[in-house]
């Protein structure tokens, strides 16, 4: 049983450089979940998918990150021209359906320096 | 709005002790979930339990037992004679049904230490 997979592990950057990560959900699972979690706290909610449609995103999501499922399968997130308060953890759940059990990848570490 | 609070941020205790992790929540929905995931040191998320708002029996699950009281809005996690291997970050969180998305809103987390 593959669970949800997420590269890379870790990510350091610089200031005003682009980065993307990437996420695999758990096969047959039509929604996919991103959520940030900053250092001490819970993971906040980022924005989610149900199959290749973003149907909602918070207003954590400034304009300089963008995500999309192409075909609904793998998603990817983009933050553009990164700042410092980028820094957090990036975890990618998806789950069957829509009162289901959200399962969570190893998230992806970055670092803005 | 929907809120989960987790008052203890740290708890210390020597293996084999019984730890009981708090969680209250808030929301307006008659219908909602109720879930706690662990968090070792290697930051995945790991689900424990799911609990829905109509089911409020109490579940024990080996050393793991969890206590669910709406008239308190609490859903409480007691661990049984805890071992080194507990160790972690553990997170109540709460999802609401009228919300399509169903996206969890989390409490700040309880680290718990297991001392030896």
């Known amino acids: 049983d593959t669970g949800v997979s997420q590269n890379p592990r870790h990510k350091i950057t610089k200031r005003g450089q682009n980065v993307t990560f990437r996420c695999d959900p758990i096969s047959e699972h039509n929604r996919l979940y991103w959520y940030r979690q900053t250092l001490g706290q819970g993971p906040e909610f980022l924005t989610y998918f149900q199959n290749e449609a973003q149907l909602e995103k918070s207003r954590l999501l400034s304009d300089r990150f963008s995500a999309e499922r192409p075909k609904g399968s793998f998603s990817t997130l983009e933050i553009q021209r990164t700042e410092q308060g980028d820094s957090a953890m990036y975890l990618c759940?998806?789950?069957?359906?829509?009162?289901?059990?959200?399962?969570f990848g190893p998230g992806t570490r970055l670092t803005v320096l | 709005a929907q809120k989960v609070t987790q008052a203890q941020t740290e708890i210390s205790v020597v293996e084999k002790e019984d730890v009981t992790l708090d969680c209250v929540y808030e929301?307006?929905?008659?219908?909602?979930?109720l879930f706690w995931y662990k968090q070792p040191p290697s930051g995945e998320l790991v689900f424990l339990i799911r609990?829905?708002?109509?089911?409020?029996q109490n579940e024990i699950s080996g050393r793991y037992s969890w206590n669910f009281q709406k008239s308190t809005s609490s859903f409480n996690f007691t661990i049984t004679a805890s071992q080194v291997v507990d160790s972690a970050v553990y997170f109540c969180?709460?999802?609401?049904?009228?919300?399509?998305?169903?996206?969890?809103?989390f409490g700040g987390g309880t680290r718990l230490m297991v001392k030896p």
């Open positions: 969180a709460l999802s609401e049904a009228y919300n399509a998305g169903n996206m969890l809103t």
């Open positions: 929301t307006r929905d008659t219908t909602y979930y």
């Open positions: 609990r829905n708002s109509f089911d409020e």
């Open positions: 759940a998806s789950m069957v359906g829509g009162r289901d059990t959200q399962y």
